[in-house]
């Protein structure tokens, strides 16, 4: 029987004083996936009282609902617009695509595709992948194909769009990405083995398959640098990651078996910090007015920091490479059957 992991009371460090210099972001339009709780809800809440109009991706539920009228309440004056959008069904990504394009005529600002799960069970999405690639990775590759228009409209407009994705320090759990997690074979990767240290040296299970993905983001990243730049866009690539946050997304592992309720709790007394200070690198990708295309942003003063203020950190060779971009970028086509000409 799982036990139900107590979360420790923690404090925002860094959070309060950060929101206090974002810039307004009136005129701006961002969609955000995954905002019903954890550094999504925290994004969204910050640039909604900064004045932008906040389109909501998440999976239609309850929690969604939920979500949605707790932002409305705390942001009354702000658009807030919930759009259903489930990342396990390329249809569904599709489908939502072709309504957040209509809700953005003169273009979509930032794309920040935050949205992930981590460390559960060895099953297959409705499309047959590993369901947490398509989650993280596999359906913000088609979400940012399928919008990309949207964000050129505003670069054309406005003179820059973004698109910022979530990494994770979990992009260290393996050496290089791996063919077999972009294909269909959801539930034939390496089983429900739920041993965190192990599978840094020995490739098998929940964890394998959790740092597959968030290289995955890292590579997609610099993948989408490389290709903007080439074709001098003001489209920037931003990628951060959030340490070790408290969220939901330790509950949800816990809950499936993938982490014991004690060592997460511990990990989280002596590393980890709130959601808001762990939503802050995202944030900054999303407002500051600094930040350059193919920046990372994460905390502390080293890339495996779990908490500190987010700086930056420039792209990491092992996957800002071409052997790992060229894998990233044809096996992600490949999955969701067509290609991405940028």
């Known amino acids: 029987m799982t036990l139900n992991y107590k979360k420790p009371d923690l404090k925002n460090e860094y ?39 906040v389109i909501l991706l ?12 707790k932002l409305k309440k705390s942001n009354p004056e702000a658009e807030l617009i919930s759009v259903d959008c489930d990342l396990q069904s390329f249809d569904s ?11 953005c005529k003169d273009g979509l600002d ?79 990767l390496g089983g429900n083995g739920s041993n965190m240290l192990l599978s840094m040296f020995i490739p098998q ?33 931003l990628v951060a990651h959030p340490g070790l946050a408290m969220t939901e997304l330790q509950s949800t592992t816990v809950k499936d078996g993938g982490i014991g309720p004690w060592m997460i709790s511990q990990m989280m007394k002596s590393k980890g910090q709130t959601m808001q200070d762990g939503a802050i690198g995202i944030i900054k990708c999303m407002t500051d007015v600094n930040v350059e295309s193919g920046e990372f942003y994460g905390p502390g003063s080293g890339k495996m ?21 060229d894998l990233l970028w044809s096996k992600s086509c490949e999955a ?4 991405f000409d940028i």
């Open 336 to 339: 969701i059957g067509e290609e």
């Open 15 to 53: 959070y309060d004083d950060f929101v206090k210099n974002i810039p307004y972001l009136t005129g701006k339009t961002i969609a955000i996936t995954g905002t019903t709780s954890g550094t999504g809800y925290v994004a969204a809440d910050t640039v909604a009282s900064k004045g932008a109009r």
């Open 110 to 188: 930032v794309l920040c595709n935050n949205a992930g799960v981590m460390a559960i069970r060895d099953i297959p999405t409705v499309d047959g992948f590993d369901v947490q690639m398509q989650t993280n990775h596999l359906s913000h590759f088609l979400l940012t194909k399928e919008l990309f228009s949207s964000l050129k409209n505003a670069e054309e407009i406005r003179g820059e769009s973004r698109i910022v994705n979530h990494s994770s320090i979990a992009r260290f759990g393996v050496k290089k990405l791996e063919s077999k997690y972009f294909e269909k074979r959801g539930g034939n």
């Open 205 to 237: 299970g929940r964890w394998t398959r959790y740092a597959q993905t968030k290289l995955a983001n890292a590579a997609f990243t610099a993948s989408l640098h490389e290709k903007l730049s080439k074709i001098n866009s003001n489209i920037k690539a």
């Open 93 to 103: 990504v599709r489908k939502a695509t072709k309504e957040v394009a209509g809700l």
């Open 58 to 69: 998440n999976r239609s539920s309850v929690r969604a609902n939920d979500s949605y009228n």
């Open 305 to 325: 920091d779990m908490k500190g203020l987010a700086v930056k950190f420039n792209l990491e060779g092992f996957y800002d490479n071409k052997e790992t971009k």
